[in-house]
Structure formats: C-alpha cells, structure tokens
C-alpha cells in the first residue's frame, strides 16, 4: 500500500522541552552554514503529535534559515525512510560528498549533553543502554572522569584484562579491550589540537602515539 505523505508547516512541529542535548555554538553554525549551502539532508524525527523526538536543534536552524514547507512521511519504524536528493549525484557531484561530510561533522560537533535532563530523564528510562555506567556518572557530576576510574568497569566480558573473578588484572601481549574516556569540553579541544600537531585523526592511532609518547616500548615492555 502507497505511504500518503502530506506537507506541512514547519510550525506545526513541536519542540521537545526535554531535548537531553544542548547544542554548541560552533556546531549550530555549522549546521546554519549546512543548511544554507546544501539544503536540507537527512530527515528529523517526531512522534504521532508531530513532537518532535530527534532534530530540535536541525528545525530550529531550518526555520530561521527561511524553510517554511515540511513533508511528513507516516510510518511505524518497519520501514526505513529514505529522503532521496534528487539534485545531487554522488559518482557525480562534489556538492554530494561535501554534504556528507557536513552530516557527519555536525553530529560529531553539535552535541553537548544537559546533565540536568539526563539525570531527570534516568529516573524514567534506562540510561545504562546508551552509556557506560562511568560515562553517565562524568557528565551528571560534570567532571572528566570519576576518581579511580576503572576503564573495564561496565564493559562487559570483554576478555581482556579481567580475571576470573572479574577483578582487573595486566593485559597479556596481543589483548585487546575498549576504552572508554569522558572529555570536558577544553580537554576535548587539547586533544584535536593534539591530533592535528600529529597528523593522525585516528583517535586510537593518536592514543597509542601519545602513549609511546609518554611509556617509551622499552620502558613498558621491557623490550
């Protein structure tokens, strides 16, 4: 059966007033400068009110940037929704991949969690699904990290660096484990900055440069 889409005004979308993130200044403008440039991307998310659940910060810039016309695709989440440009070609067309690195840019840069929100919204809903226990803890406390901050904590049976008894023991050569790390916003400028004055834009690259860095091989291993 066709999918009836309808238009709309963008001023029939309801804003969440418990949007858990708050935005940053450089990734609005980013996105006003998206927007402005290539149109509109990816799709927002809202719910059967048209309350809007993913895409405040995208219809906020969309509606002072002059968009004024919506169209609104119903569905129940078993379909995938695709928005399909047909102005663009991308085996063809610069403005294409510019796009897509704009998409990918401003998720990486506008996010700045409310750490009010997201305790008030953790006596509703499970937190633990979207985020390491420590993590969750770092940004309601406002800290980088919490004291004793045990990077396996929380990860799983990961298999490395836990013994038996579930209690953190040295790595063996060729053990592999994920690390997770919470950054305030002036210490994740120092390590961009970091990884630009090594060249390497691999995060776990860079990690590892700046570990040899600090524990020299011989000196870690013993080699």
């Known amino acids: 059966m066709p999918v009836q889409t309808r238009k709309a005004k963008i001023t029939d979308l309801r804003f969440d007033e418990r949007n858990a993130n708050r935005g940053t200044e450089r990734?609005?403008?980013?996105?006003?400068?998206?927007?402005?440039?290539?149109g509109a991307g990816r799709s927002v998310l809202a719910d059967k009110?048209?309350?809007?659940?993913?895409?405040?910060?995208?219809?906020?810039?969309?509606?002072?940037?002059?968009?004024?016309?919506?169209?609104?695709?119903?569905t129940d989440g078993r379909q995938l929704v695709v928005v399909q440009r047909t102005d663009l070609d991308m085996d063809a067309d610069p403005r294409a991949r510019e796009l897509a690195i704009a998409d990918n840019r401003v998720a990486e840069l506008n996010l700045d969690f409310d750490a009010d929100v997201l305790e008030e919204l953790g006596a509703e809903i499970d937190l633990d699904q979207f985020f390491f226990r420590n993590e969750l803890e770092a940004l309601i406390e406002g800290s980088d990290a919490p004291e004793?901050?045990?990077?396996?904590?929380?990860?799983?049976?990961?298999?490395?660096g836990k013994s038996a008894g579930g209690a953190s023991e040295a790595p063996k050569p060729g053990d592999r484990a994920p690390l997770a790390i919470v950054l305030s916003a002036e210490r994740l400028r120092r390590w961009i900055e970091y990884k630009q004055k090594v060249a390497q834009r691999d995060d776990t690259k860079a990690f590892n440069l700046m570990l040899d860095a600090v524990f020299p091989k011989s000196e870690a291993t013993g080699n």
């Open 27 to 38: 990734g609005m403008a980013m996105l006003d400068h998206s927007l402005r440039k290539f």
């Open 148 to 160: 004793n901050y045990d990077f396996l904590d929380g990860m799983g049976d990961t298999g490395a």
């Open 49 to 74: 009110n048209l309350k809007l659940i993913a895409g405040n910060k995208t219809v906020e810039t969309a509606s002072q940037d002059g968009f004024d016309e919506i169209i609104v695709v119903p």
